[in-house]
T-cell receptor, first 113, second 113 residues
Framework: GENVEQHPSTLSVQEGDSAVIKCTYSDSASNYFPWYKQELGKRPQLIIDIRSNVGEKKDQRIAVTLNKTAKHFSLHITETQPEDSAVYFCAASMGGGYNKLIFGAGTRLAVHP | GAGVSQSPSNKVTEKGKDVELRCDPISGHTALYWYRQRLGQGLEFLIYFQGNSAPDKSGLPSDRFSAERTGESVSTLTIQRTQQEDSAVYLC???????????FGPGTRLTVT
């Protein structure tokens, strides 16, 4: 069945460094790739998303890249701050216009001052 | 506007009792999802409703779990004969038909004693 693998499961960086989280997906018909941030005790919230007709999207310190050939997409956070500490989930839509998202297992990011 | 709401926010129940969890999606969102999140774990898909189509129940872990949705509004998730392993946060999300961003509710924390 459809699958999204996410790496690493945990990531620890110093404040100001960059953080990169990578995901691969199995359904070649996937065309929507959101990233969610979940702070401790809070609900997941969308931070950035990308559709299959573009290869890169940027929003201030956050960027996402997509390689459809390799079925691979990544989240890049630059100049990390302690408030970036959270669990990050990637997801990929199922093909055929189906709304359902397949989520990765999550990456726990810790940014140390 | 109003976001996704869920009730109750917390529920403590005895093993073997039935529980009913409620989700009010964002108005106009025809897609509605239920997820389970155990402590420190990822998002486990349970069920997906899209308009008047038959729901995707492929994530329900056992026949003790069921869900209903009235038209394109409220949904209820029912767990019969609760077990301790059912203890988790149950998250509801809604979205436009798409795929598009899923907006999550605050969740219901279920504790089975």
């Amino acid at each position: 069945g459809e699958n999204v693998e996410q790496h690493p499961s945990t990531l620890s960086v110093q404040e100001g460094d960059s953080a990169v989280i990578k995901c691969t997906y199995s359904d070649s018909a996937s065309n929507y790739f959101p990233w969610y941030k979940q702070e401790l005790g809070k609900r997941p919230q969308l931070i950035i998303d990308i559709r299959s007709n573009v290869g890169e999207k940027k929003d201030q310190r956050i960027a996402v890249t997509l390689n459809k050939t390799a079925k691979h997409f990544s989240l890049h956070i630059t100049e990390t701050q302690p408030e970036d500490s959270a669990v990050y989930f990637c997801a990929a839509s199922m093909g055929g216009g189906y709304n359902k998202l397949i989520f990765g297992a999550g990456t726990r990011l810790a940014v140390h001052p | 506007g109003a976001g996704v709401s869920q009730s109750p926010s917390n529920k403590v129940t005895e093993k073997g009792k039935d529980v009913e969890l409620r989700c009010d999606p964002i108005s106009g969102h025809t897609a509605l999802y239920w997820y389970r999140q155990r402590l420190g774990q990822g998002l486990e898909f349970l069920i997906y409703f899209q308009g008047n189509s038959a729901p995707d129940k492929s994530g329900l872990p056992s026949d003790r779990f069921s869900a209903e949705r009235t038209g394109e509004s409220v949904s209820t998730l029912t767990i019969q004969r609760t077990q301790q392993e059912d203890s988790a946060v149950y998250l509801c999300a809604s979205s436009l038909p798409g795929p598009y961003e899923q907006y999550f509710g605050p969740g219901t924390r279920l504790t089975v004693t």
